[in-house]
């Protein structure tokens, strides 16, 4: 069975570090664009980052352009969401997600998700 799992999240001071990790089982990652994504309390889901499938592009929101960072490791099935500087607005709930096209926003262009993981930035 095809699965995504987040893991990494947590409570974190504005400024600080967290490292999240997506894992697939039942499927290999190889073929798929990978996304992040947040979903923050009484807002729409919205797209973080992106890493190609073909040549390891990388894709990022402005909002976190700078601070966060997205790789892959295809022997390890996983891919990471690298944050750094995290500030209060980054608090959210994060997924990651597969597509098997080029990196997209278009939320109904992924077709695994996780169950996502809690970011929370807070003093």
């Known amino acids: 069975q095809a699965q995504l799992v987040e893991s990494g999240g947590g409570l974190v001071q504005p400024g600080g570090s967290l490292r999240l990790s997506c894992a697939a089982s039942?499927?290999?990652?190889?073929?798929?664009?990978i996304g992040w994504f947040r979903q923050a309390p009484g807002k729409e889901r919205e797209g973080v980052s992106c890493?190609?499938?073909?040549?390891?592009?990388?894709y990022d929101a402005d909002s976190v352009k700078g601070r966060f960072s997205i790789s892959r490791d295809d022997a390890k099935n996983t891919v990471y969401l690298q944050m750094n500087n995290l500030k209060p607005e980054d608090t959210a709930v994060y997924f990651c997600?597969?597509?098997?096209?080029?990196?997209?926003?278009?939320?109904?262009?992924?077709?695994?998700w996780g169950q996502g993981t809690q970011v929370t930035v807070s003093s």
């Open positions: 997600a597969t597509t098997p096209m080029p990196c997209s926003s278009r939320l109904d262009e992924y077709d695994h």
């Open positions: 039942g499927f290999t990652l190889d073929y798929y664009a």
């Open positions: 890493i190609s499938s073909s040549n390891g592009n990388t």
